[in-house]
């Protein structure tokens, strides 16, 4: 009989680790960025509840920027700039020409490039495809697309696009130095490590 307070102790703190391991990811849409243990690069964190992901940027250095776009942060690292957006596909609805995951981000592609291309019509689009199927830790093969946007005699700026799901495009938006090709190896860089997280993993993550 004295094992019985024990036993319910211990299944009280099972159904207190299972709420926590069940809680899971927020759902802020909004991005958290940590250092990694082993310094030299950073882990940005996309917080989308079940749809969370994750991916990482080399580099040293490290500032959030609030205030040059309002109501959106950049992200600093080193010669780097970094914004992420989730776009739904009834943002792009009249763009899309047919089903499947292609059909999906090319659409989107072309809703964002007509945009960009309205307000600054000397801006040159350079549609890089690189539709590239790259798995995250030999998992959950993923299909990317790159595009490019360059004004008279500035920085190039890149977007890399992949589904969420069937409806939500997630879209990394870079400004990188460097030749295309070097830029490209950048992305690439991101796309292989961008991944799902589970709600067990975001359970252990004290979230700022």
């Not at 926590?20 to 990811?25: T, V, W």
């Not at 879209?171 to 090709?181: D, R, V």
Request: aromatic share 8%.
């Amino acid at each position: 009989m004295r094992s019985r307070p024990l036993r319910l102790a211990s299944l009280a703190l099972l159904a207190m680790t299972a709420t926590s391991a069940l809680a899971g990811c927020p759902d802020t849409k909004s991005t958290v960025v940590f250092n990694s243990r082993q310094g030299g690069s950073y882990l940005f964190y996309y917080l989308l509840g079940d749809r969370t992901v994750r991916f990482t940027v080399e580099g040293k250095s490290f500032r959030m920027d609030t205030g040059r776009i309002p109501g959106h942060a950049l992200y600093e690292i080193d010669d780097k700039v970094l914004q992420m957006d989730r776009v739904d596909r009834k943002n792009f609805a009249s763009f899309v020409r047919g089903d499947g995951e292609e059909q999906t981000l090319d659409a989107q592609a072309r809703y964002e490039q007509h945009y960009v291309q309205s307000m600054a019509p000397e801006v040159v689009i350079t549609d890089l495809g690189a539709r590239t199927r790259t798995e995250a830790e030999g998992k959950n093969p993923r299909l990317f697309r790159i595009w490019k946007f360059q004004m008279p005699e500035s920085q190039a700026q890149y977007s890399l696009t992949t589904l969420m799901d069937a409806d939500t495009v997630l879209m990394i938006s870079a400004s990188l130095p460097g030749t295309e090709e070097e830029a490209l190896g950048v992305l690439r860089s991101y796309a292989a490590s961008l991944q799902a997280v589970s709600k067990t993993d975001c359970a252990r993550i004290k979230w700022p």
